[in-house]
């Protein structure tokens, strides 16, 4: 998603302040092995990520550095001011612990993107191509707070 609006040169629109702290996960197939047979995940929606936290802003700016793009223009949006129907207009959401699994992460968040990229993104291997039609919708509107 991020990969996508960094290469296109496109501003990137971010819900809220951008100060929501998340986690990103890259080395989820170890994880998800712990799964198998484990007691402790048994019934339980369990949230897979990394160590390390990073706000929505910040995970934008590691993708750039991840792509050797330049430093992205971030577009702060209320999603509240917008009906996007069924599309998501931002990939994430708040993430829950995973501490019932014993997983650590193999990769920090620059290196799992890097990585990402290099492997898929790069390589044009991704799934589909971008859709910018929330974005537009996003920076269309003439009040849209810019950081």
Known sequence: WFFHR??????IPVPNSGIQISQLGHDLATALLAVLGNEKASREIINI???????F?????????????????IVHYNPKEFD???????????QKAKHALG???????V???TDSYNLDFG?????????????????????????
Not at 84 to 94: E, S
Not at 103 to 109: A, G, T, V
Request: glycine share 10%; charged share 35%.
């Open 6 to 11: 960094l290469k296109a040169g496109r501003p």
């Open 49 to 55: 990520s990394g160590e390390k936290y990073v706000t």
């Open 57 to 73: 802003d910040g995970l934008a700016r590691a993708c750039a550095k991840a792509g050797g793009f330049p430093e992205p223009e």
């Open 84 to 94: 996007f129907g069924k599309t998501k207009a931002f990939p994430f959401r708040d």
């Open 103 to 109: 997983w650590k992460p193999e990769f920090d968040l």
């Open 111 to 113: 290196e799992g993107l």
């Open 123 to 147: 390589r044009g291997t991704f799934r589909k191509e971008a859709d910018f039609t929330t974005d537009d919708m996003i920076l269309s509107k003439k009040l849209v707070t810019q950081s």
